[in-house]
């Protein structure tokens, strides 16, 4: 009875991360993450994506402020704040977070406030968005877990 | 009465005359406006009229006479006449038809009394003492008495012989008396009415009273009208003298005008203008309004509406013109703000569109490159890859077919590689991005460098000279790594068109060249006295013996992918972007890059650049360390050494005891005894390093190269920048380098080196080193800003079996450098505080002169450092690569020119961190 409970919650954990990566919320680099995850570090992926979206929440608040003003934008502090997001979301794999910040990058060099506030929102959703799904993912693994599965390997290539 | 009159009037008469627009109590000659003027019998009444009411100019004198012989004051005075005569006749007839009817009235009463009277005359044949009819008879009796006053002409009355009884008669009689009375009556009032005609006639009988009201009337009403209106009138005879005008503000007196031509009133703009105008109506004979502005003394400048219609005498010839102005200056300015508010609206829309579209194509085209640049990058990280494990194939084992094979793969490869280098640093130029950098250089170390960098990689017959004349200055400021670009660029271009011969560089001071003259001071600035900062022009030629340039292909010679024929692409190769960009680079730095070419003969580029002298206190600042030996050096060193050569030796045996010259891979050391004659290093960018005396530098065949420090300067060799330019230090050919000094006491002395250096070697070189050295961990340092990238990079590094240190930033990077020796440090480029590019300079430039003085002077923290400066290390260049997100600014090749070994780009995988280590930590 666990072992079927086991194979459906694996079927489906495989087929959530696999439809998080034709979504194009993750790419290869969450892969990556995964891969470093071993008995030494149990929770890496989950540690490094939370810091991902607290680091996230914390820029995206700040870039805000500076976006707040009409007249008078900082676009150096917005541009560093999008480049730590950019790098931060390229090394977890968060791509549309990452795709987002290209495009938030480009409006920022040409200091384009509607563009940037544009972008800052829709990289707030995305980020959100994907915390959910990730939440879900975690969920999952932890039910495979407690029925005392393992959580499958899945190559996205 | 006068209404009826007037109906009546217009109803018969209105063939001729139109019907009036004047209210009735104008008069019915209000059907000309002109009419004020028009009684031809009595002007006296107008004149008094004229003066006493109306401030206006009028030659009264004269206006009969126009009136009299102009066709308009003809007909104006002819239906005056008619009309005035029309009233008589209506009035005469009325008064006959008036006549007619009392006469008629009177002849009824007539016949009627007759008949009363032949009723009496009966009836007095009757007896009359009748005493009741007394009183009635004696009426009667009067009657008849007064009958016969009044007609006894007629008084043929019979009498009828039958009557009958008193009281008929009675009867009868009083009712022919009531008739009577009736018939008195009516005489009466006949006879008043005849006496009211009779007055009436009498008021009718004043014609000219009767005009002249009228035409007060008319007058008043035109002078109501006009009193206020900025209205001149006036009428010109054929001369264009005035014979009359109406003007509401007159500000010239009546003599003042009459009898002259505007032109001889007025002075300014517009008057000759109307003069024309009113000439120009004249001839015409046909009446025409024209706007005109005058601007006089008189009145300023103002605006009128002018009206201007001939005038023409009984016999039809023009006599003249009358004329009408009305000032519109207000509308007209109003019009023409409005005029200017639309156009200027329409002007600037024009140039909205046009900026918005502007703007669109910018964005178009800069969403092209980046997009170029982009792709070009996520190309060139895989490639590098493919090119990287390709030359790393090359080192093992393979049979003759398989290295030929490899080679053709890898030089593609490198086809590649270059191509997307160009187009990322064409679109770095054209998109602006491309900064330019003052920093300062020898340029006989920059020219010296590329020769040898060249001479490197020859593979043929070819002699490489450099020739510097003693005017170049020691040491300029400018972009050094874009000018060893080009020359780089150029020199590779000459040697792969020259087959045999030669191919050089010469450089020389030049006066201000004339597309530039407006700036800079002039060249002759002498640096050797250490005067203040200046500019100097430095013509470059880089000349080869080579194929030429056909003339026809000159033109196209600096544009993109374009090459002098498709022939020459086949056989030589390349992306035919080099010369755009070095064309491009000197234009950014503000030169210019010609060439001239003679087929079979050689080309010859030539590009000229300012550069500012470095001042003499940054000087003696970087060379005071190094100022004793300098001083006491009797023997001029390399720093103002004008010449080099480099010849191939190809073929040549590979010379046990020799020693290596310029491989960027191997830190080698010449040993020199007493010999005044310096060895030129091509990787030294410092001059410390020759003329440390007691260097003692050992070479051995094939093995590992050990280094001793007798002396504090550091002796590190570093590598050029060139390194990449080589292919990663694949070094095909065998080559030997001359170096010779143009100050050098001999040419006997000339130290002639030879070397033969392969991969294969050199990789063991560093594998031996590696393996001497490294009995433990290799410690690394990861110099990253992003907490995540970070973690990230850690669990990486822990799954390949490494531990790191990390700093947040360039600084940090440097302090932990400075604290303990690292094997491997990854770099992130863009970071706060001090960036990659710029922290791994300062790094090298530690490693080669054994100071931190850049670092301090970049502004990290002295004290730190300071502290530390004792602890001179003597390790090999320390390996350094760069984490780079694929941006325009992080592109690989800016990463190599500040001294990084290599690159992964972001993010880091466990491949790429992997392979990263395999290739630098052994």
Known sequence: ???????????????????????????????????????????????????????????????????????????????????????????????????????????????????????????????????????????????????????PQVSMN | MVCEMETDQIEEMDVEVLSSMWPEDVGTEADKQFNVEKPAGDLDTLKEVTIEEKPTIADLTRLPDLLNSTHQGTSQLTNLVKQWEYMQDNAVRLLREELKNLNRQREEAEAKELKIIEDYKFESNEPENVPVLDETSDLFRKFRQKKRDALIDSKKIEIDEEFDTVAYWKQKALSLEKMLEASTERERRLVEKLHESLKTMESHAAPVQELTQNLKRAEGFLHFILQNAPIVMGHQDKDLRYLFIYNKYPSLREQDILGKTDVEIFHGGGVKESEDFKREVLEKGKASKREITFTTDLFGSKTFLIYVEPVYNKAGEKIGINYMGMEVTDQVVKREKMAKLREDNAVRKAMESELNKTIHITEETMRAKQMLATMSHEIRSPLSGVVGMAEILSTTKLDKEQRQLLNVMISSGDLVLQLINDILDLSKVESGVMKLEATKFRPREVVKHVLQTAAASLKKSLTLEGNITDDVPIEVVGDVLRIRQILTNLISNAIKFTHDGHVGIKLQVISEPSFARDNALNADAEVDNGLTETSVWIRCDVYDTGIGIPENALPCLF???????????????????????????????????????????????????????????????????????????????????????????????????????????????????????????????????????????????????????????????????????????????????????????????????????????????????????????????????????????????????????????????????????????????????????????????????????????AGVDKDILENEQVCVRSTNRLPIIAMTANTLAESSEECYANGMDSFISKPVTLQKLRECLQQYLH
């Not at chain 2, 023997?635 to 010379?655: A, M, N, R, V, W």
Request: proline share 3%.
């Open chain 1, 1 to 151: 009875m666990n072992t079927i409970v086991v194979g459906q919650l694996q079927r489906q954990f495989q087929d959530y991360i696999v439809s998080l990566y034709q979504q194009g919320y993750l790419d290869n680099q969450f892969t990556e993450l995964r891969k470093l995850q071993d008995e030494g570090s149990p929770d890496f992926v989950a540690e490094v994506v939370s810091l991902f979206f607290d680091d996230c929440a914390k820029l995206i608040n700040d870039m805000s402020t500076s976006l707040e003003r009409p007249d008078h934008v900082d676009f150096k502090q917005v541009d560093s704040g999008v480049h730590q997001l950019k790098g931060s979301s390229s090394s977890v794999g968060a791509r549309r977070v990452k795709s987002v910040c290209i495009a938030f990058k480009e409006c920022c060099d040409v200091q384009n406030r509607e563009g940037c506030l544009r972008c800052l929102q829709q990289v707030d959703y995305e980020y959100k968005m994907l915390k959910t799904k990730l939440q879900d993912l975690f969920n999952l693994e932890q039910q495979i877990l407690q029925a005392g599965g393992t959580i």
């Open chain 2, 559 to 857: 544009k993109k992918y374009m090459q002098a024929s498709a022939d020459h692409a086949r056989k030589y190769g390349g992306t035919g972007l080099g010369l755009a960009i070095c064309k491009q680079l000197v234009e950014l730095m503000g030169g210019q890059l010609t060439v001239t070419s003679r087929v079979n003969e050689g080309s010859t580029f030539t590009f000229i650049l300012p550069y500012k002298v470095a001042t003499s206190d940054d000087y003696s600042d970087d060379q005071d360390e190094f100022s004793d030996m300098t001083d006491h050096q009797s023997e001029p060193d390399d720093t103002t050494e004008g010449y080099f050569q480099f010849k191939p030796l190809l073929g040549s045996i590979y010379s046990n005891g020799g020693p290596a010259i310029s491989n960027g891979f191997l830190p080698h050391k010449v040993m020199l005894t007493t010999s005044p004659i310096k060895l030129i290093n091509g990787f030294v960018a410092d001059p410390s390093n020759n003329t440390g005396q007691s260097e003692i530098v050992q070479v051995e065949n094939g093995g590992y190269v050990d280094e001793t420090k007798l002396e504090t300067s550091s002796g590190h060799c570093p590598e050029s920048a060139h390194q990449y330019e080589n292919g990663n230090g694949r070094c095909f050919s065998k080559e030997s380098e001359s170096c010779s000094s143009s100050q050098a006491s001999s040419e006997g002395g000339t130290l002639e080196m030879e070397s033969e250096l392969t991969v294969s070697s050199q990789r063991e070189e560093e594998k031996a080193e590696t393996n001497l050295k490294e009995t433990s961990k290799p410690k690394i340092l990861l110099v990253e800003d992003n907490k995540i990238n970070i973690m990230v990079a850690k669990s990486m590094m822990k799954q390949l079996g490494h531990t790191m240190d990390i700093a947040n930033n360039g600084v940090e990077a440097i302090n932990a450098i400075n604290r303990s020796s690292y094997d491997l440090v990854l770099m992130d480029v863009c970071m706060p505080v001090l960036d990659g590019l710029k922290a791994t300079r300062l790094i090298r430039s530690y490693e080669e002169s054994g100071n931190w003085n850049a670092a301090i002077e």
